[in-house]
């Protein structure tokens, strides 16, 4: 199969990623769509490549564009990724948290760009590990992403033995995984808690509840300023005013929405809604 892209083919490529998932691709990325788009154009059975782009520009938009956009998006994650991110969530956040709800006894949270699964799943077995009060809780967890596959591999929770080695500790492997072949499969008990959806984050949203946790960690780095900000102001509306967000060790709210402040604990940031920035009532899809 020819692999290498021409000039307007590629310039295509980035339009239908910016329009679709704000995703900005370099000039010089010619290089990642080949290697993302070559293996689909093979799976879909197009002689090459540019076969595959001039059928996707002689089409409205669909299937094929969808899994287009979804395999130029990074997957890249890990269980307990940035460890001290779930340190702090253990040791400080979430007995705040619990101190603060007692009464409602509720809590809230959503991780934004879940991927494959294993960031909620370690949130999950943060919270079972940790807080088991929560049981007789009404906790909601939504994990969302943009990509259709990642959000089936997801809910099966299912992972190879490489997947399970990246952070993920040996004791918590054996108490939450059932060896299944050459694969691990989380047990239905931890599944059950988190409810995954297809949101993409730059289109309108799902009616949420008010959140005390948000994750939305290494998303915004790749997306332009103006996209930031929106998704920034959306969550904004969606966040209690004492809620936590968390991103990714590379992203930050400075000069993007004045409205947070980050805050270091522990060797790790967390943003807050400023005092005097209430979180307005308002759609969260608009």
Same mark, same amino acid.
């Given at each position: ?28 990325? %010619?290089?990642? +769509?080949?290697? !993302?788009?070559?293996?689909?154009? *093979?799976? =879909?059975?197009?002689?090459? @490549?540019? #076969? ?65 699964g294993q960031e909620p799943y370690s949130v999950a ?23 259709? %596959?990642?959000? +089936?591999?997801? !809910?099966?929770?299912?992972?190879? *033995?490489? =997947?399970?080695?990246?952070? @993920?500790? #040996? ?97 790790a940031t967390y943003f807050r809604i400023r005092s ?11």
């Amino acid at each position: 199969m020819t692999m290498s892209i021409r000039a307007t083919d590629f310039n295509y490529i980035r339009e239908l990623v910016r329009d679709r998932a704000a995703i900005v691709l370099e000039p010089d990325k %010619e290089y990642l +769509v080949e290697s !993302r788009l070559t293996p689909l154009a *093979q799976q =879909e059975a197009f002689v090459s @490549l540019a #076969a595959m782009i001039d059928r996707l520009k002689a089409s409205s938009f669909g299937d094929l564009h969808r899994k287009v956009v979804e395999a130029i998006t990074t997957n890249e994650t890990s269980f307990f990724r940035e460890m001290r991110t779930f340190e702090l969530l253990r040791k400080s956040i979430l007995p705040a948290l619990i101190a603060s709800r007692h009464q409602q006894r509720s809590l809230n949270l959503w991780c934004a760009a879940a991927s494959s699964g294993q960031e909620p799943y370690s949130v999950a077995m943060t919270l079972r590990e940790n807080f088991p009060l929560l049981d007789s809780w009404r906790v909601t967890f939504i994990a969302s992403d943009i990509s259709r %596959e990642m959000i +089936v591999r997801a !809910r099966a929770g299912r992972y190879n *033995q490489l =997947e399970v080695n990246r952070g @993920l500790p #040996a004791h918590l492997l054996v108490k939450y995984f059932t060896k299944d072949g050459p694969v691990w499969e989380i047990n239905p008990q931890l599944r059950r808690m988190v409810e995954f959806q297809e949101i993409n984050l730059v289109e309108d949203w799902p009616s949420l509840p008010r959140l005390d946790v948000v994750f939305m960690r290494n998303v915004l780095i790749y997306l332009d300023v103006e996209t930031k900000k929106k998704i920034l102001a959306r969550t904004r509306r969606l966040l209690d005013p004492s809620g936590y967000l968390f991103l990714g060790g590379a992203e930050s709210t400075t000069a993007l929405d004045d409205s947070f402040e980050p805050v270091s604990q522990g060797g790790a940031t967390y943003f807050r809604i400023r005092s005097g920035f209430p979180a307005p009532l308002a759609p969260v899809g608009k």
